[in-house]
């Protein structure tokens, strides 16, 4: 049983820049994913970027490339999305999620491969 809790959203205006925390804790595995996904209202979810835990591979939705870095502290079990250069169609409600076993490119792109969801929060970017 894996638990993911996600905090550091909230309400910034255009062009600024706000940090995501995704803390995990229970059962985690050394060989595992951790990704973020965002849905907007009326929209489909949508990959954002993802890590792999030991190694530290990182992976990008194409079109967030440059603005947004995700990273993971190992000793605290948490992972981060930093994002810049917000704009109002960043506007979603943000999850980090869990993907069991080793990255794949491919796979941790699909949010079907993930185990474990938290309850999202919330980046409002204004205009």
């Known amino acids: 049983q894996v638990q993911l809790v996600e905090s550091g959203g909230g309400l910034v205006q255009a062009g600024g820049s706000l940090r995501l925390s995704c803390a995990a804790s229970?059962?985690?595995?050394?060989?595992?994913?951790m990704g973020w996904f965002r849905q907007a209202p009326g929209k489909e979810r949508e990959f954002v970027a993802a890590?792999?835990?030991?190694?530290?591979?990182?992976y990008y939705s194409d079109s967030l490339k440059g603005r947004f870095t995700v990273s993971r502290d190992n000793a605290k079990n948490t992972v981060y999305l930093q994002m810049n250069s917000l704009k109002p169609e960043d506007t979603a409600v943000y999850y980090c999620?869990?993907?069991?076993?080793?990255?794949?490119?491919?796979?941790?792109?699909?949010?079907?491969?993930?185990?474990?969801w938290g309850q999202g929060t919330q980046v409002t970017v204004s205009s």
């Open positions: 999620a869990r993907r069991p076993g080793p990255s794949s490119a491919v796979l941790v792109r699909r949010a079907s491969e993930y185990d474990y």
């Open positions: 229970g059962r985690t595995f050394s060989s595992h994913a």
């Open positions: 890590i792999s835990w030991t190694v530290g591979s990182t």
